[in-house]
């Protein structure tokens, strides 16, 4: 976070950044219409200001609204690109067909364009990165509307430094089980089997 001394540095680094990696300006248009799975939204979900280092790593698909919750050390660029290269290799060549893009914010912790869409396993891209304008949350909704269901069981400013994983799974099962008025109340766990069905 910016304090008034860091305000202008903070801008500066964020106008870097939307240079250096590819603007969501530049988002395929079929990625709008939600009709083709596999791109994502990815947010951090912070603790207590000044008293949490750790945050929740956060990433939900557009078309199923699946929802993937992962615990990081701390909010640096290192431990997404980390937190990435695990999953790519949970996914194994799965990867590729299920994370086709990931939209971020202008956050330090999404700084490292090259390091997210670097594959961990072979010489091409694992995916693509796109950026958000600046203080434009809604470019990333689908993301936004999810972390209120986190924040069912996190509220803000809560230091949960001490959160197991145990706990991040129960809560990112329950999200995903979460009857959705939007699918005709089938859950995105439901969705997301369909999705991998049609994939294998």
């Known amino acids: 976070l910016c304090d008034r001394r860091q305000r202008q540095m ?3 680094d964020r106008q870097k950044r939307a240079e250096a990696g590819e603007s969501i300006e530049n988002r395929p248009k079929e990625i709008e219409k939600r009709e083709i799975f596999g791109h994502w939204e990815m947010d951090t979900v912070k603790g207590k200001r000044g008293v949490t280092k750790s945050c929740m790593l956060v990433l939900t698909e557009r078309k199923t609204r699946d929802e993937i919750v992962i615990k990081l ?3 640096g660029a290192a431990s997404v690109v980390n937190a990435l290269d695990r999953l790519e ?9 299920v994370f086709r893009s990931i ?3 202008n956050g330090v912790e999404f700084s490292d364009y090259e390091g997210m869409e ?3 396993l072979k010489e091409e891209k694992r995916t693509f990165v796109f950026y958000c304008h600046p203080y434009s949350s809604w470019e990333r909704g689908t993301n936004e509307n999810n972390n209120r269901l986190i924040r069912r069981h996190i509220p803000k400013g809560v230091d949960f430094e001490d959160t197991t994983d145990e706990e991040i ?3 990112e099962t329950w999200i995903n089980n979460y009857p959705r008025g939007i699918f005709d109340f089938k859950t995105s766990a439901e969705l997301i089997d369909e999705e991998l069905q049609k994939l294998a």
């Open 10 to 12: 903070c801008i500066r």
């Open 73 to 75: 050390k701390d909010q």
């Open 89 to 97: 290799r949970k996914w194994g060549d799965m990867f590729y067909k």
């Open 103 to 105: 939209t971020v914010d």
């Open 118 to 120: 670097r594959s961990a």
């Open 169 to 171: 799974k129960y809560i």
